[in-house]
DNA sequence: CACCAGGGTGGTT
DNA sequence: AACCACCATGGT
């Protein structure tokens, strides 16, 4: 059985230091779990810049500015009209409880549970908050680490067989090592599939575990 | 020009 | 539970 360790330093020796989260604060990671939703980094980054240019990566500013604005400001992570509104319920609902500091006395499932009665937040931006915000041992369960983890395994299908080894990952991985391993899915999961094929079945490229490997690894 | 990016939601089968 | 359409900009 491949251990915790091995996959992370297997990954590590062909990636390199990754160094996720790039943010100044914990609420900055919340707001850029959120913008990146569905777009690429540099794009979120660009939204991010622009809020900070106005002071609004602090959650009880940003609670207070009209969507209409927020959404203009954000307009380059794409999706903006959703995403505008969300962000300012993420800011009231981190400012309502008190701040970050105070989120973080939570355990983690009381907190992944208020995590996803918010709007725009499902399982996996759940998991990246809970991971690169509040530093909690998670395994994000995204479409990268369900197909990579599942070629491991040899288990195809239901997400189960991830989850049961997600849950070896973070008994024997601490938290750095599981913030590295996500950033090395993800870095990866597009070097290895951007010269893949078009998946027959699901005709997606990169987020499909249907594909038969295309190197030694997955 | 087509396809994709560090998804979520609400609906249908 | 799996599948679908929708949201929408910028890069390659």
Redesign the pocket.
């Known amino acids: 059985m491949l251990e915790a360790r091995d996959l992370i330093d297997l990954l590590a020796r062909r990636h390199g230091p ?1 160094q ?3 943010a100044e604060s914990p609420f900055e ?1 919340m707001v ?2 959120m913008l ?9 980054a ?1 939204a991010i810049e622009h809020l900070r240019a106005q002071r609004l990566l602090e959650a009880a500013a940003l609670r207070r500015v009209r969507p209409e604005a927020l ?1 203009e400001l954000i ?9 505008a509104p ?1 962000l300012i319920a993420l800011a009231e609902f981190v400012d309502r409880a008190g701040g970050m500091e105070r989120l973080a006395v939570l355990d983690t499932e009381g907190l992944r549970s208020l995590l ?1 009665d ?11 908050i809970l991971l ?1 915000a509040f530093d909690r041992p998670v395994v994000v369960d ?3 680490a369900r197909r990579i983890i599942g070629r491991i395994t040899g288990v195809r ?3 189960q067989a991830v989850r049961a080894f997600a849950s070896l990952l973070v008994e024997d991985a601490d938290v750095v090592a599981l913030n590295e391993l ?2 090395l899915i ?1 870095a990866h ?2 070097d290895v ?1 951007r010269a893949a094929p ?1 998946c027959q079945r ?6 499909c575990r249907h594909a038969a490997p295309t190197d030694s690894f997955v």
């Open positions: 990754q996720w989260w790039p990671v850029g779990a990146v939703q569905r777009t690429t980094w540099t794009n979120a660009r959404a307009r380059p992570a794409g999706f903006y009209r959703q995403k969300r996803l918010l709007p725009g937040i499902g399982e996996e931006t759940a998991d990246a690169y995204d479409a990268y299908g239901d997400g996500h950033a993800v999961a597009k599939c078009i699901c005709s997606l490229r990169h987020a």
